[in-house]
């Protein structure tokens, strides 16, 4: 089960150090799985990013470096391989840029973007991807749908969550205040249940102690730091420091700090590791 979390700075989460609890359900993966401190993505723009951390490649060498460029159909993806060895794959995205017409499709059985239902909104902010319909919960319902099918088979499922991004949450999650900052807490505690009520549906199915979760972002936000706002302008920490958890089908008490530096490029060759499969 893997976990994109757009535009989620590290720093936000409580397992990273915050002070508010934008992420309890997070945090408890952290606290029983593996946690990578200092962590970072190669880009601060997500088709950049989201090409080097699926080809486990650089940008200089994945090419995919403006708004036209696609992955070629030479790409080695994860998907084409865990599909070649027998897993059912899945992708649900609502973020454009990662849409099937640049190439992250490949190797997917079924990439879906979903349909949306009712946005029930307390706060959110003026962007321009606030135009996206729907919200993550469409996200949650899809792969709810996909478990109830598919679970008993071997799968592949990537979920892009995309509420972060869009500053979007509800009023249950509307903790933390109104301005920029306070909402985009506000929506990674929304996000943050999303992944809850996924990972209860993954226990009620006898699931869990079957399936790796991973949590990553493919770049974090900026909030004044270095006079600007937002993200793909520059390559300051705020905006490249991302987290990066994963949960094995067993818990680990307590839970492992890794301190090493690591990136987004180191990703995908760790899990195959950990799967004991070369990529």
């Known amino acids: 089960l893997f976990l ?11 397992a990273y150090g915050y002070a508010r609890p934008t992420s309890p359900t997070l945090d408890a993966l952290a606290a029983s799985g593996i946690r990578f401190a200092r962590h970072v993505s190669q880009s601060s723009w997500t088709k950049t990013s989201m090409a080097s951390l699926w080809t486990s490649t650089y940008p200089v060498s994945t090419g995919i470096l403006r708004f036209d460029d696609a992955m ?6 994860p998907a084409e391989i865990l599909k070649a060895r027998g897993l059912q794959t899945a992708g649900i995205w609502r973020n454009g840029w990662v849409a099937p017409n640049f190439g992250f499709a490949q190797g997917f059985d079924v990439y879906h973007k979903p349909s949306y239902g009712v946005v029930r909104t307390a706060h959110r902010r003026d962007t321009p991807t606030s135009r996206i319909a729907g919200s993550d919960q469409d996200v949650t ?5 996909f478990i109830r099918v598919e679970g008993h088979r071997p799968w592949l499922l990537y979920l892009h969550y995309m509420d972060v991004h869009q500053y979007l949450s509800d009023e249950e999650s509307a903790l933390f205040g109104t301005s920029y900052s306070d909402i985009y807490d506000n929506s990674i505690h929304w996000v943050d249940r999303q992944i809850r009520t996924l990972l209860e549906a993954l226990d009620e199915a006898g699931l869990r102690d ?3 979760v991973v949590l990553a972002a493919d770049h974090g936000e900026a909030f004044g730091e270095h006079d600007n706002e937002g993200h793909a302008k520059d390559l300051y920490g705020e905006v490249i420091q991302t987290p990066l958890i994963v949960h094995l089908p067993f818990a680990i008490e307590p839970g492992i700090v890794v301190e090493t530096p690591s990136r987004n490029v180191d990703v995908c060759p760790t899990l195959f590791d950990v799967l004991g499969e070369p990529l």
């Open 141 to 145: 319902d899809s792969a709810l749908e």
């Open 4 to 14: 994109l979390v757009d535009t989620l700075r590290a720093d936000r989460l409580s």
């Open 72 to 77: 070629p159909d030479a790409a080695s993806m």
């Open 210 to 212: 079957r399936t790796i």
